[in-house]
């Protein structure tokens, strides 16, 4: 039986912190990949209540869409377009501020304002991207960076 999650508040760093250790009990003994990256996704959708949270995997040259909390998503998406095509492509996390600014951005949803993606990778390729999406602009910094690269980092592809 799973334990509850302890959402806390505090500092964006601070809830990072506490969320880490819930994030690695949760994954360390379940070594199906779909089940641990759906809890992620409901543990970070939990904590800090962002419009979308999810994961998009690699399959047959496309970004497919995996785990996620939020509504309805694009399904698919090519290499080298929108935010999660180019941070794939890129193989670097990218920090949107204002999803209207970016060029080709595929508005699954018109609540996003803001986003970042951050890839995941397993023998220096890129497997997945972790997708967030907030309705707010702006919203996503160098801490989030810092925690969702830790994060991607944990999980076993």
Known sequence: MA???VTVTGTKQEQ???LLPQVEALIAHE?????NLANVTAALSAQFGWLWTGFYLVKD???VLGPFQGPIACTRIAKGKGVCGTAWEQAATLIVPDVELFPGHI????LSRSEIV?????NNEV????????RTPGHFDETDRHYLERIAAMLRF
């Open 127 to 134: 497997v997945a991207v972790l997708d967030i999406d907030s």
């Open 118 to 122: 951050v890839p995941v990778f397993r």
């Open 107 to 110: 508005a699954c949803s018109s």
């Open 3 to 5: 334990e509850e999650l």
């Open 61 to 63: 040259g496309m970004l």
């Open 16 to 18: 990072y912190e506490a």
């Open 31 to 35: 070594p199906d990949l779909v089940a």
